[in-house]
């Protein structure tokens, strides 16, 4: 039949991997895949000197809703002005869609996320709450510290007159 070939019992040609090993003991050794290569990504820019100038902005500070607070965090975050993890520090919670269903309804406040308020006062607000509570977790402090400064500057009289 032309089939009988997958049927017989095919010797081994030499023993000399048996040899191989110090167990006698066949092993199956996969090669193990490259690395690949990282995507080249230039570094993300970094204010030259403290009190650089800002991008230009729209935005007033003092006065922004929660979704302009998180287009300004973005709009620092591309120019590299704050880091990943501030950039995330930075998104007021009020933006999340679950916010009236967990946090609202804790405090019995419902989601306004396009009324102004003064975010460099909630910001400070954000980090006595963080530098209280949140003991552990230097990091996250130090990225509240770095918004709270960076949106005091662009408060900051001098600024709005310039």
Do not use: C
Not at 1 to 25: K, Q, S, T, V, Y
Not at 103 to 125: H, K, Q, S
Not at 152 to 158: D, E, I, V, Y
């Amino acid at each position: 039949m032309p089939l009988d070939f997958l049927f017989r019992r095919a010797e081994p040609r030499r023993d000399e991997w048996r040899e191989l090993r110090n167990d006698g003991e066949p092993r199956l050794e996969l090669p193990r895949p490259a690395p690949a290569p990282e995507p080249h990504r230039p570094p993300l820019p970094t204010p030259v000197v403290a009190g650089a100038p800002l991008p230009e902005s729209q935005i007033r500070v003092r006065s922004m809703s929660p979704r302009q607070m998180a287009d300004w965090a973005h709009e620092m975050y591309m120019t590299g002005w704050i880091g990943w993890d501030e950039y995330r520090a930075a998104i007021p919670v009020e933006l999340d869609p679950g916010y009236d269903a967990t946090i609202g309804a804790l405090t019995g406040e419902r989601a306004e996320p396009d009324r102004p308020r003064d975010m460099v006062r909630e910001m400070e607000e954000r980090l006595e709450f963080a530098r209280r509570h949140a003991v552990g977790n230097k990091a996250q402090t130090r990225g509240l510290e770095r918004i709270v400064s960076i949106l005091r500057w662009q408060a900051s009289p001098a600024r709005m007159n310039a």
